[in-house]
């Protein structure tokens, strides 16, 4: 008689499949509304628009990693790619070189919601039974602060870096020896490393993509790790922990160091502008201006409704049989229960005034602008507390009830609420073929400068002292050679010394060169356009933007980094090829 065997591989996918398959016809349901109404155009909406297609425009250029933005400020340009996190302008990119730009909204959504269920789904199943983890992914990929983010803010970069939360946690948590195997002594001596390395990569691509994700991230697992080492009485959970930090960070220097260096050379501080404090944006705060008022309040009433819900779903799990079945020690099940609550608290306390000094004292807290943002940390501890109420045999039916009724109805009103369009993109569009360009950022626009004075349309080059040209024989020859995102080429022929002024905002990384010879160039009046002394006679003006010391130096640290990464992968992997066959 012969036996059937599983293959390994295949059992395992068989094991993932139904969350996939769940975290799909929830990210579908998401984005239903999108197929009728267009695309969601809320607060950050054209933001992200515009990165993406300035982005796959200088991919077409052959500059694979773009710092300058080319078409902000009306093609003056803006360093927004050097401040602003890679990983989601350039997923959006990358859907727009094989998708319509239109749909670039939807299918983005849907794969980052698809992903955040099953992310959920590998931290539930390693605390929860496989019913209860299923419904943490539902749970999960709609979570009302997801859908908040979906319909109200389109705030795509947040909504890809909340997706990797859950797997942040477990690897947190396995760092901390709260899961099982991470408490045997092969986990001890052998695997922490690894797992470290994992920890790392998951906090790297929360900081790649969000910055206000990868402070509420980095400050959310400093508090486990601390927590975790009073409950263990041990310091190795700070020390592991802080070996995952230190990597993660490590990891992301190609695009912190240049971004924290290079905040001199820009208005940062626009930043925390009037409605983007953080004291104007606790729940239920009420500033001078109705729109922003408005948001708040139903920003604080999904909060508290999320904050309830998981007290009280909280206070189910622990109290019901799958708080003693999420592991056979019961004290290892109950120490994770503490770790999610203190999540809830945590996220909770940073959401409300009280918490106004830990504002104002802990490094670059107050760059998370809105403490509602609080929300992602909350939604991953929700989830899980939810998934295991809805599944448990007692009174899971009526959890289940009341969260289709939240749920359902906070995505109604946020749909009815929301500002809907579908010619956002294809406008964007326009502007870059018609050689016009978009509005530029604030924070973003390079030090000294007033980008609201800058003219809408405006000619790559022109001459400055046209007063003083009078006559056919006067006027300079100017040709434009070359006018990419990285490099501009001008050559002139000139009968007498005038000033010329190209389409280009003044920034220390650009170095400009006359007939080969470094010199610097004076700005404008209304605002800080590059403009150039060219002598007489035949000139080439030559304008890159070069990769300054910073950028070499982040990029060093993180390919050493990602070395160690590599490093720990192939020992985790011989160490596992050695157990796998031992000696005869």
């Known amino acids: 008689?012969?036996?059937?065997?599983?293959?390994?591989?295949?059992?395992?996918?068989?094991?993932?499949?139904?969350?996939?398959?769940?975290?799909f016809v929830v990210s579908l349901a998401i984005v239903a509304p999108f197929f009728w109404l267009g695309n969601a155009t809320g607060h950050d909406f054209q933001y992200h628009a515009e990165s993406w297609l300035d982005a796959a425009g200088q991919w077409k250029e052959g500059i694979l990693y773009p710092r300058w933005m080319q078409w902000a400020d009306y093609g003056y340009?803006?360093?927004?790619?050097?401040?602003y996190?890679?990983?989601?302008?350039?997923?959006?990119?990358?859907?727009?070189?094989?998708?319509?730009?239109?749909?670039?909204p939807i299918v983005f959504i849907m794969l980052v919601q698809t992903f955040a269920g099953v992310s959920a789904f590998a931290l539930a199943r390693r605390v929860l039974t496989k019913r209860a983890a299923l419904v943490c992914a539902v749970c999960y990929a709609a979570n009302p602060y997801a859908l908040l983010n979906v319909y109200m803010r389109s705030d795509f970069a947040e909504l890809l870096a909340d997706a990797f939360f859950p797997l942040l946690f477990l690897l947190a948590l396995q760092l901390c020896a709260l899961l099982e195997d991470s408490a045997s002594p092969q986990f001890r001596q052998r695997s922490w490393r690894w797992t470290a390395a994992c920890f790392a990569a998951v906090l790297a691509a929360?900081?790649?993509?969000?910055?206000?994700?990868?402070?509420?991230?980095?400050?959310?697992?400093?508090?486990?790790?601390?927590?975790?080492?009073?409950?263990r009485k041990s310091w190795q959970p700070l020390v592991r922990g802080a070996a995952g930090l230190l990597l993660g960070f490590g990891l992301t220097a190609f695009y912190l160091l240049p971004a924290a260096y290079e905040q001199r050379w820009v208005n940062i501080a626009q930043a925390l502008s009037t409605g983007l404090l953080p004291a104007e944006n606790f729940l239920y705060t009420e500033i001078n201006n109705p729109e922003h008022t408005i948001f708040n309040w139903m920003a604080s009433s999904l909060a508290v409704l999320m904050i309830a819900l998981a007290g009280l779903a909280a206070i189910a799990a622990g109290r019901g049989e799958d708080a003693e079945r999420a592991s056979p020690d019961r004290k290892m099940g109950r120490d994770i229960w503490r770790m999610l609550l203190l999540l809830v608290a945590l996220a909770t306390l940073l959401m409300v005034r009280l918490s106004s000094p830990l504002w104002a004292l802990l490094p670059k807290l107050r760059f998370v602008?809105?403490?509602?943002?609080?929300?992602?940390?909350?939604?991953?501890?929700?989830?899980?507390?939810?998934?295991?109420?809805?599944?448990?045999?007692?009174?899971?039916?009526?959890?289940?009830?009341?969260?289709?009724?939240?749920?359902?109805s906070a995505a109604v009103g946020l749909v009815r609420t929301g500002w809907w369009d579908t010619e956002d993109i294809p406008l964007l569009q326009q502007a870059i073929a018609n050689g016009q360009g978009f509005d530029g950022t604030d924070e973003y626009d390079p030090a000294g400068d007033d980008h609201t004075n800058i003219p809408t349309k405006s000619p790559e080059v022109q001459v400055m002292d046209t007063d003083t040209m009078q006559g056919p024989n006067k006027k300079p020859a100017v040709r434009v050679e070359r006018w990419s995102p990285e490099e501009k080429i001008v050559s002139v022929s000139a009968p007498q010394p005038f000033f010329l002024g190209l389409r280009l905002l003044n920034y220390p990384a650009w170095r400009v060169e006359?007939?080969?010879?470094?010199?610097?160039?004076?700005?404008?009046?209304?605002?800080?356009?590059?403009?150039?002394?060219?002598?007489?006679?035949?000139?080439?003006?030559?304008?890159?933007?070069?990769?300054?010391?910073?950028?070499?130096?982040?990029?060093?640290?993180?390919?050493?980094?990602?070395?160690?990464?590599?490093?720990?992968?192939?020992?985790a992997r011989m160490r596992k090829g050695t157990e796998g066959h031992p000696a005869t």
């Not at 996190?85 to 670039?104: C, F, K, Q």
């Open 514 to 571: 006359l007939n080969e010879a470094a010199v610097t160039p004076r700005g404008g009046e209304d605002y800080n356009q590059m403009i150039v002394a060219v002598p007489v006679g035949d000139s080439r003006i030559r304008v890159r933007f070069l990769r300054t010391w910073d950028r070499w130096a982040g990029g060093t640290v993180s390919l050493g980094c990602a070395l160690i990464l590599i490093l720990a992968g192939l020992a």
């Open 1 to 23: 008689m012969n036996s059937r065997k599983s293959v390994p591989g295949i059992s395992a996918a068989r094991a993932w499949l139904p969350a996939l398959v769940l975290s």
């Open 77 to 83: 340009g803006e360093p927004r790619f050097i401040f």
């Open 85 to 104: 996190p890679p990983l989601s302008w350039m997923l959006g990119a990358a859907l727009g070189l094989v998708s319509p730009w239109n749909h670039v």
């Open 206 to 231: 929360i900081w790649l993509a969000n910055a206000p994700a990868g402070v509420i991230a980095s400050y959310s697992v400093a508090a486990v790790f601390g927590c975790a080492a009073l409950l």
């Open 369 to 408: 602008q809105f403490p509602w943002r609080w929300m992602s940390l909350l939604a991953v501890a929700y989830a899980v507390f939810l998934g295991c109420a809805i599944a448990r045999r007692r009174w899971g039916w009526l959890w289940a009830v009341v969260l289709a009724v939240f749920i359902s």
